[in-house]
């Protein structure tokens, strides 16, 4: 190990998405016992450590399936994997213009302030992206904790589905060489105009802020890929 403290080593290796290192391996955090022996520390300060990441929206911690540095997959992946092949741009965009204001409505309405503090660093991380990669990381885990916040099980589970179908879907590859430096800074101001609106409790601002980012996005895909037809 390093001479860094275990708390950073094992923060630098989360932020930066690090797969198959010391303490990340394929998407998930080694188990507690090994992450003890690795960072030379009890497994009760793991779990300390553990759980400060998580409520500082860094890692999400699933019963049963372990820690994961990313949303974790949706229960039926081998299923949303099947029909990923069958869906094309123009469906997945119509439901999610659907669903996602929803989610940013009911966000403002029920969000706690732990919540909101949270959500707000995670938007200034999209902001801050360096590149692509960096913000498609930060993207998707600040479109996650904004639905998490709508506290609606069954709205999370169908939000659930939605991003699984993004991640295996093919074509959607194509998005990291589509977002230009300026379309990552024109999302990632969005991302801050929904976090102000949810923010202030404003639902409908904040239902239309995100109509209007989720048409950026399907905007740019389609101009790139030439899915003029599909749209």
Same mark, same amino acid.
């Given at each position: ?16 998405? !690090? ?24 497994? =009760? ?8 990441? !998580? ?26 994997? =099947? /029909? ?7 469906? /997945? ?12 409505? /009911? ?27 960096? +913000? ?7 479109? $996650? ?13 169908? $939000?659930?589905?939605?991003?699984? =179908? ?12 589509? $977002? ?23 639902? !409908? ?21 030439? +899915?003029?037809?599909?749209?």
């Amino acid at each position: 190990m390093s001479g860094k403290p275990p708390e950073q080593a094992l923060l630098d290796a989360i932020k930066d998405r !690090e797969n198959d290192c010391a303490f990340i391996s394929n998407g998930r955090l080694l188990p507690e016992r090994a992450l003890a022996s690795k960072l030379g520390i009890s497994r =009760v300060r793991v779990r300390h450590i553990l759980k400060e990441l !998580e409520q500082a929206g860094l890692v999400f911690r699933r019963r049963g399936q372990g820690t994961f540095v990313a949303p974790p997959p949706a229960a039926d992946a081998g299923r949303i994997r =099947v /029909l990923a092949s069958r869906i094309t741009p123009r469906e /997945l965009m119509e439901v999610r213009l659907e669903v996602e204001p929803a989610l940013a409505a /009911l966000a403002a309405e029920r969000a706690t302030f732990e919540e909101l503090n949270r959500l707000r660093q995670l938007m200034q991380a999209t902001l801050d992206a360096s590149d692509t990669d960096v +913000y498609e990381s930060a993207d998707e885990i600040f479109h $996650y904790r904004l639905a998490e916040m709508a506290h609606n099980r069954l709205f999370l589970n169908i $939000y659930n589905e939605i991003r699984e =179908v993004r991640k295996q879907a093919s074509w959607m590859q194509q998005r990291k060489i589509t $977002y230009s430096r300026s379309t990552i800074e024109q999302l990632g101001l969005q991302h801050r105009d929904l976090m102000n609106n949810v923010a202030a409790r404003n639902s !409908e601002a904040a239902a239309s802020v995100m109509r209007m980012h989720l048409l950026v996005v399907s905007n740019t895909l389609m101009r790139r890929r030439h +899915y003029t037809s599909s749209f």
